[in-house]
């Protein structure tokens, strides 16, 4: 069997090659993150809001590239060639304003860090937070030992 260059498969000059590898890309992170979700929660090892936090992020990236790509010649042609049912999933996914609203405001609460002492909004998310896990209970030690763990795994992958 002949083996193909990632050139050959993505043609760096072509619009649609690179549409395609980031789909690539994304799909992977997406399914990375997840797959580390599952386990974590399985485990119950303190990383399960590390990983959703994650899946959040790598989804809102993918719907605002898909998004944000809908314009491209290449894409709108490529897209055309589907089977109907993917073109109405696509279509409705982009009228939905998912996009651009919802999963924007779940990703800007999950993905960053609120900030202590700028602005009312930052502030009221994290007071809100503190004050609905006030009773929850945790082993600060095996959580540190958790993360420290998860980072190894990170960084040896």
């Given at each position: 069997?002949?083996?193909a260059?990632?050139?050959?498969?993505?043609?760096?000059r072509?619009?649609?090659?690179?549409?395609v590898l980031?789909i690539?890309?994304?799909?992977?992170?997406?399914?990375?993150?997840r797959?580390?979700?599952?386990?974590?929660?399985?485990?119950?090892?303190?990383?399960?809001?590390?990983?959703?936090?994650?899946?959040?992020?790598?989804?809102?990236?993918?719907?605002?590239?898909?998004?944000?790509?809908?314009?491209?010649?290449?894409?709108k042609?490529?897209?055309?060639?589907?089977?109907?049912?993917?073109?109405?999933?696509?279509?409705?996914?982009?009228?939905?304003?998912?996009?651009?609203?919802?999963?924007?405001?779940?990703?800007?609460?999950?993905?960053?860090?609120?900030?202590?002492?700028i602005g009312?909004?930052?502030?009221?998310?994290?007071?809100?937070?503190?004050?609905?896990?006030?009773?929850?209970?945790?082993?600060?030690?095996?959580?540190l030992?958790?993360?420290?763990a998860?980072?190894?795994?990170?960084?040896?992958?």
């Amino acid at each position: 069997m002949a083996q193909a260059s990632i050139g050959d498969l993505f043609p760096a000059r072509e619009p649609l090659a690179r549409w395609v590898l980031v789909i690539c890309m994304a799909r992977n992170d997406i399914a990375l993150a997840r797959q580390e979700l599952v386990k974590a929660i399985e485990a119950d090892d303190g990383t399960a809001v590390h990983w959703s936090r994650m899946v959040g992020g790598h989804l809102y990236e993918a719907t605002y590239f898909l998004h944000d790509s809908q314009g491209v010649e290449e894409v709108k042609a490529f897209m055309a060639g589907m089977p109907s049912e993917t073109r109405n999933q696509y279509g409705k996914l982009h009228r939905s304003g998912f996009v651009r609203e919802d999963i924007r405001l779940d990703r800007n609460v999950l993905f960053h860090y609120p900030r202590v002492g700028i602005g009312q909004q930052g502030r009221a998310t994290l007071i809100g937070a503190l004050h609905s896990a006030k009773h929850l209970r945790t082993n600060v030690a095996s959580n540190l030992a958790a993360t420290s763990a998860m980072r190894s795994r990170t960084r040896s992958s």
